[in-house]
């Protein structure tokens, strides 16, 4: 596709729940990225991917999220036994290369009930 | 300390004006890069402009603009010509370090911007 695109735009979850956040970045991007978005944080930084290093996970908020990248292609993000606290909208970016602009997907809204 | 700070939680401007949006930064890095982006209320990040710390010209893109004061540490954004389509959250944002450092993005708390027709 043209742009970055992530599944699903909307998930509804109950407390407990583990949850699978999808991004497919811009082809040929080697730059992936995943923040989040809430009320009152703003726009966190959580994870950070470059070709075939190892990710950058010092934005994580605990260790009930992780994130994998396929192939140098599409990611994952995971979130096991969600909390209401991680209602929040998921966005993923990618860049050509690490040192330019990023562009967003649509992100994904996760509630947590 | 805050690394992006935009002051102006909010802003009106009348269509067909000029308006310009807040944006101030910390960083001790010589090497770093500046970013506006635009989020309309149906939610996507817009990439709008992009400005380096190195480079001696203010960037432009169309009727966007950045005003960039490297001594003050400043990086405003001036939207010409105001259409009642800017209306949206813009977002100031660094990317710090250069080589293999972090490439994520800090991103200011936004601005609301309202165009008055």
């Known amino acids: ?113 | 300390a805050q690394k992006i700070t935009q002051t102006q939680p909010g802003m009106f401007v009348q269509e067909k004006e000029a308006v310009t949006l807040d944006c101030t930064y910390d960083t001790s890095d010589q090497s770093y890069g500046l970013f506006w982006y635009k989020q309309p209320s149906s939610g996507e990040m817009i990439f709008l402009i992009y400005q380096g710390s190195y480079d001696e010209q203010n960037a432009t893109e169309g009727r966007y603009s950045l005003n960039f004061q490297k001594a003050r540490k400043s990086a405003n954004l001036v939207i010409s010509a105001s259409q009642l389509g800017d209306s949206a959250m813009y977002f100031c944002a660094m990317r710090e370090g250069s080589g293999t450092g972090r490439r994520a993005l800090t991103f200011g708390s936004g601005t609301r911007l309202q165009v008055q027709p």
Not at chain 1, 33 to 44: D, F, I, K, V
Request: overall charge neutral; charged content about 20%.
């Open chain 1, 1 to 113: 596709g043209a742009g970055v695109s992530q599944s699903p735009s909307n998930k509804v979850t109950e407390k407990g729940k583990d949850v699978e956040l999808r991004c497919d970045p811009i082809s040929g991007h080697t730059a992936l990225y995943w923040y989040r978005q809430s009320l009152g944080q703003g726009l966190e930084f959580l994870i950070y991917f470059q070709g075939n290093s190892a990710p950058d996970k010092s934005g994580l908020p605990s260790d009930r999220f992780s994130a994998e990248r396929t192939g140098g292609s599409v990611s994952t993000l995971t979130i096991q036994r969600t909390q209401q606290e991680d209602s929040a909208v998921y966005l993923c970016a990618s860049s050509l290369l690490a040192h330019q602009p990023q562009h967003f997907g649509d992100g994904t809204r996760l509630s947590i009930l």
